[in-house]
């Protein structure tokens, strides 16, 4: 059995490689051998591990997403806390998940204060942002983990799921800002970002809220 040590491993931006048969202890070991500043990601579930080394506009999309919810937030008026991408997972359920950015609304209160999570006791973020998403992986542990609201961004195109009855469902506005036409509005913004450039596209969006 040949061993290789996960900093052999060199993943391009914009790729992805797999790991079939890694146990929970291992999925532990390497969490803490890539430690918390790396640009990677990860997604675990069932003993597949995945790490997407993301691409540049992927970052500069993620953040744009995260800056136009917490306007929404804040022109609303809603209390949240913002968790970024923390690692949350659960080893009961062999899951274990990291989106590009996720909120705590509903349970905002509960998560005041907190620095670590188990997910045993503290509730999964209430709204989880993914960008280019393409893996079921990723999906398997959102759904198992009880995350009510996911939004998907891959060409283009935003997609709103909320969870119902353990499974994603498409919908066309979102449970937490359903007066607002955000599956083109948040489409629009982005495009309208690669002419304009961040700050006056964000000016502009709070302009719009």
Same mark, same amino acid.
């Given at each position: 059995?040949?061993?290789?040590?996960?900093?052999?491993?060199?993943?391009?931006?914009?790729?992805?490689?797999?790991?079939?048969?890694?146990?929970?202890?291992?999925?532990? =070991? %390497?969490?803490?051998?890539?430690?918390? !500043?790396?640009?990677?990601?990860?997604?675990?579930?069932? *003993? /597949?591990? +995945?790490?997407?080394?993301?691409?540049?506009?992927?970052?500069?999309?993620?953040?744009?997403?995260?800056?136009?919810?917490?306007?929404?937030?804040?022109?609303?008026?809603?209390?949240?806390?913002?968790?970024?991408?923390?690692?949350?997972?659960?080893?009961?359920?062999?899951?274990?998940?990291?989106?590009?950015?996720?909120?705590?609304?509903?349970?905002?209160?509960?998560?005041?204060?907190?620095?670590?999570?188990?997910?045993?006791?503290?509730?999964?973020?209430?709204? =989880? %942002?993914?960008?280019?998403?393409?893996? !079921?992986?990723?999906?398997?542990?959102?759904?198992?983990? *009880? /995350?009510? +609201?996911?939004?998907?961004?891959?060409?283009?195109?935003?997609?709103?799921?909320?969870?119902?009855?353990?499974?994603?469902?498409?919908?066309?506005?979102?449970?937490?800002?359903?007066?607002?036409?955000?599956?083109?509005?948040?489409?629009?913004?982005?495009?309208?970002?690669?002419?304009?450039?961040?700050?006056?596209?964000?000016?502009?969006?709070?302009?719009?809220?």
């Amino acid at each position: 059995m040949v061993t290789l040590q996960l900093r052999q491993l060199l993943v391009d931006p914009g790729q992805r490689i797999k790991l079939q048969e890694i146990s929970w202890s291992e999925f532990e =070991a %390497i969490l803490d051998e890539l430690g918390d !500043k790396r640009a990677c990601r990860i997604a675990y579930s069932d *003993g /597949v591990l +995945e790490i997407r080394m993301p691409l540049p506009e992927h970052e500069v999309d993620k953040e744009l997403i995260g800056d136009m919810v917490k306007i929404l937030l804040e022109e609303l008026d809603l209390d949240n806390e913002c968790f970024g991408s923390t690692t949350f997972k659960r080893q009961d359920l062999t899951k274990g998940i990291e989106p590009d950015q996720c909120f705590y609304i509903e349970n905002h209160a509960v998560m005041i204060g907190k620095r670590r999570i188990d997910l045993t006791v503290d509730p999964p973020p209430d709204l =989880a %942002i993914e960008v280019d998403v393409t893996s !079921k992986t990723g999906l398997d542990a959102y759904q198992a983990l *009880g /995350v009510p +609201e996911l939004w998907r961004f891959e060409d283009g195109r935003l997609r709103m799921s909320v969870l119902q009855n353990g499974q994603y469902h498409d919908v066309n506005t979102s449970p937490h800002f359903p007066q607002f036409p955000l599956l083109d509005g948040i489409a629009q913004f982005l495009e309208r970002s690669q002419a304009d450039g961040r700050s006056r596209t964000l000016k502009a969006f709070r302009r719009w809220v």
